[in-house]
């Protein structure tokens, strides 16, 4: 019988979508191929000195026990943008240059559009360097293919959207009342400032049937737990794991992330994969998944536009569950791990 492939994924631990992704995609693949992890370094807590000295550190320990690790066949990095693309750049050229396997490059993050615009002759030289020793680059939508595409070259650069596991999500399409939900990390590029002023906005609106919930924690958590306080029928859940996410998202009716930067964000599956209508921004990749039957785009920090919005759904549930199963359907025929992993596979055999 011939041995599988080893696969070595190499990517950061604990930083939100990323990792996600690459707990599903070694779940996904080690069936197929030997799949081995390497995520040795985490994102840093602190700031200022402190924050860029621990990230230094991590980065150190990182590079310094990577060429210990036994050679695989095919190397699969994670990266996003600035300091990610950094390291991730040793990963890439020892695999391809030391132990002269094929490289997949993985491009996430919600800035990477203006990284590649920099004024930095070395960042340049460096981002040149990396597309031009991987074999294949993988983007999330057409919007980075063409940027990527111009230091890349059209023929390595594929589009592979973000995906989530439609079965693990049971969308139950609530409208007695509307359910808005917020999931995410509590911070001003999320907008969950915004939000938070669209739901007092609501709140001061006669009329209107809803209930919210807020997930995450973040420099916002205690303004999100002042609002659930003052109005009955607003929750801040704080942290939660996993299976409470899922559980939360398949009892939305409306998914809210009113984002300022965005590369395809998981979290935006999830909320379809729930069931849920889509309000959010035109940002990254985002437009190019919801159209007009699957959500509204709203202007990034414009509270009053994102309160609108909801208030229209809110006012008329059979448009947002129409918007919800349409969601729904597009997880599972476009979005779904099975396909993704698929379409991984099939690289791997080509560039091998």
């Known amino acids: 019988m011939k041995p599988k492939q080893t696969l070595l994924i190499v990517g950061p631990k604990g930083t939100g979508g990323i990792d996600r992704y690459i707990t599903e995609q070694r779940r996904y693949l080690e069936d197929r191929m030997d799949v081995r992890v390497y995520t040795r370094y985490t994102a840093p807590k602190g700031e200022g000195l402190e924050l860029a000295a621990r990230m ?10 990577f060429p210990f690790q036994r ?3 095919i ?11 950094y390291r991730a750049a040793f990963f890439a050229l020892f695999s391809k240059y030391v132990w002269g396997v094929p490289v997949v490059f993985h491009i996430h993050g919600s800035s990477f559009d203006d990284f590649l615009a920099t004024d930095s002759r070395a960042v340049r030289r460096l981002q040149s360097l990396v597309f031009d020793a991987v074999d294949d680059v993988v983007v999330l939508s057409e919007y980075w293919r063409g940027l990527v595409s111009r230091l890349a070259g059209e023929e390595k650069v594929h589009v ?5 596991e439609p079965a693990e999500y049971d969308p139950t399409y609530p409208t007695d009342p509307v359910h ?11 907008g969950i400032r915004e939000f938070l002023d669209a739901v007092e906005i609501l709140e001061s609106t ?8 807020i997930g995450g924690r973040g420099p916002h958590a ?16 704080g942290f939660l794991s996993e299976e409470d996410k899922r559980d939360l998202i398949s009892r939305g009716t409306v998914f ?35 159209t007009d039957d699957r959500g509204i785009l709203v202007t990034p920090g414009d509270a009053e536009e994102l309160a609108r919005a909801l208030a229209r759904l809110v006012s008329n549930p059979e448009e947002a569950v129409r918007m919800g199963r349409t969601n729904r359907a597009a997880i599972e025929e476009r979005y779904s791990w099975q396909s993704n992993a698929d379409e991984l596979v099939a690289m791997y055999a080509e560039a091998a």
Do not use: Q, W
């Open 56 to 65: 230094l550190l991590s980065s150190l320990v990182a590079v310094t026990l």
């Open 71 to 73: 050679r695989p066949d």
């Open 75 to 85: 190397v699969h990095v994670h990266s996003s943008h600035t300091y990610s693309f």
């Open 160 to 164: 592979m959207a973000n995906a989530v």
């Open 180 to 190: 808005l939900v917020f999931v995410s990390n509590l911070i001003e590029r999320k």
């Open 206 to 213: 006669p009329g209107l049937d809803f209930e919210v919930s």
């Open 222 to 237: 205690d303004r999100a737990e002042a609002v659930a306080a003052a109005h009955d029928n607003v929750s801040y859940l």
């Open 256 to 290: 809210v992330l009113p984002t300022y930067a965005e590369g395809l964000p998981i979290a935006m599956l999830e909320g379809m994969a729930g069931g849920n209508a889509i309000v959010t921004t035109p940002v990254g990749s985002i437009p190019e998944v919801i």
